[in-house]
């Protein structure tokens, strides 16, 4: 291959790439532009806050989980957001899991332990679509990193439901939100002002449930987020220290060099 081929094909290559990443942003600019927040996990030394994910948590335990598993959720990392071990058995305790058989072949229910998965209310998925006008409740384990958007695009479908613009058609059993693909969800506004009591004595406005629930459904989805700055950090800093040290060794070697 001659330079020239090698410059030619590097050029489309670069353009391809190019387009293919603002093809896939515009893809998920489908709806109006997110009502981003200030979360504390951006940047590169972003950490979760610990109050916000627990009272998260209460509104995942409280509303969500009406209709929505974490099946790669254990109740045994809710330490991981300051729970005591205590506390995420107790909480573990509250929820049903299946286990078995048993001795006459039999699937039964038991309180849920710190090794289960946070489970589906419903018994299969045809039993959640019969209870959701046919829509299924998706696992939520990943939906904030699923999502173009991720928390910002959890918090702007949680707070984006209004009346249907004049000349749109709402289906039966079927709600108006701008910011969910398509426009219509089977999903009735989940989180209402009041709709739970923070054990925190937080004011459970809409607005702060929605925020804390998409902080928590983050946590759910990337719980090695914190690890994964601070090595970012170190990183850094190592290249930082090894630039230096090249730049003193470079000077040093070709100091005699006129
Ligand atoms: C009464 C049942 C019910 C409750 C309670 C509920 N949801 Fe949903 N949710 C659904 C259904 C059904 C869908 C699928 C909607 C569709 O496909 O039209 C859904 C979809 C979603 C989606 C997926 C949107 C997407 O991009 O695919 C998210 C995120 C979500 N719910 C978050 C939540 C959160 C957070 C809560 C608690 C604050 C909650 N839901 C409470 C029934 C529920």
Request: overall charge negative.
């Amino acid at each position: 291959m001659s330079l020239n081929m090698i410059k030619k094909a590097s050029v489309t290559l670069a353009a391809t790439l190019v387009l293919s990443a603002s093809a896939a942003l515009a893809a998920g600019g489908g709806g109006p532009a997110l009502k981003t927040q200030n979360w504390s996990f951006n940047g590169p030394t972003g950490t979760f806050d610990r109050a916000q994910v627990q009272r998260g948590y209460q509104v995942y335990s409280e509303v969500c989980a009406g209709c929505h598993s974490l099946k790669y959720v254990r109740f045994g990392n809710l330490p991981a957001i300051g729970f005591s071990e205590a506390e995420a058995k107790a909480i573990a305790a509250e929820f049903e899991a299946e286990d078995g058989p048993d001795d006459d072949g039999e699937m039964f229910m038991r309180p849920a332990r710190l090794s289960d998965a946070m489970p589906s209310p419903f018994a299969n998925d045809k039993a959640a679509r019969a209870s959701n006008n046919g829509a299924l409740p998706p696992d939520l384990s990943l939906i904030a990193k699923a999502r173009v958007g991720g928390a910002d695009y959890v918090y702007s479908l949680l707070m984006g439901y209004s009346d249907a613009p004049e000349g749109h058609e709402v289906a039966e059993g079927m709600n108006y939100n701008a910011w969910f693909p398509g426009t219509q969800i089977a999903m009735a506004p989940p989180v209402s002002d009041d709709g739970v009591e923070y054990a925190d004595g937080t004011a459970a406005t809409a607005d702060q449930q929605a925020k804390d629930v998409s902080a928590f459904l983050m946590w759910a989805a990337e719980p090695k987020l914190e690890d994964r700055h601070r090595t970012g950090l170190k990183t850094m800093i190592f290249l930082i220290i090894l630039t230096i040290l090249f730049w003193l060794v470079k000077r040093r070697v070709w100091k005699d060099a006129h």
